[in-house]
């Protein structure tokens, strides 16, 4: 997707060979008019599979997920990390581990918001190790409900992210894929065109 891709090269932080900042543009300060790009792009590659609800996790992927949401004209369910008071009994919960805060998260979503007979699009903002993504695919999982795809934003293809979420038989749908982000530089994948 350029105009994610322009955003990342012209407005993206390389903190490490690991790491890539983006909060000018997506997961701080948001930029809603890429968001909605966004969410057409992914509303258009999972137009076929009748998609009946999107999970995410907060915060970060909810910007992502609702314009998705739009598009597809379904609800938005985000995964909690912190327990609300509100909602204490009737959970799903998925243990995940965070590569970026060094931290493991209880995540959890309400049992009446993913219900038997959903087919559910799994958005996230980055996709790396795949523990937020297989721990969202795992709430759905405890349920009669199908993972119909991930749809990811910024996938760092030199982890094994997309390997692990492959392996476990899940459709993986990046925007931008990133190949290496070695010496400050970010390279994106080789995306064949036909
Ligand atoms: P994973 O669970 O796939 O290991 O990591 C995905 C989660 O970690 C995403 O939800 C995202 O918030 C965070 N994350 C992973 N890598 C990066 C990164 O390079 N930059 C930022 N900003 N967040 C990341």
Known sequence: MDMLKQAILQKGVV????????DSFLN???DPILQVE???EF???????EITKILTIESSGIAPALTTAIKLNVPV???RKKKSLTLSSNLLTAKVYSFTKNE??????SRDFIVEGDKVLIIDDFLANGEAALGLASLVEQTKATVS???IVIEKSFQPGRKKLEGAGYR???LARIASLENNTVRFVEELIV
Do not use: M, P, Y
């Not at 903190?15 to 983006?22: A, E, P, R, Y």
């Not at 493991?104 to 979503?109: A, G, K, M, R, W």
């Open 15 to 22: 903190l490490s060979d690991g790491v890539l900042k983006v």
């Open 28 to 30: 701080h300060q948001i």
């Open 38 to 40: 966004i969410g057409s």
């Open 43 to 49: 509303a258009n590659r999972f137009e076929k599979n």
């Open 77 to 79: 369910v985000f995964a």
């Open 104 to 109: 493991t998260n209880e995540i959890t979503v």
């Open 149 to 151: 795809g991930i749809g």
């Open 172 to 174: 993986v749908e990046s």
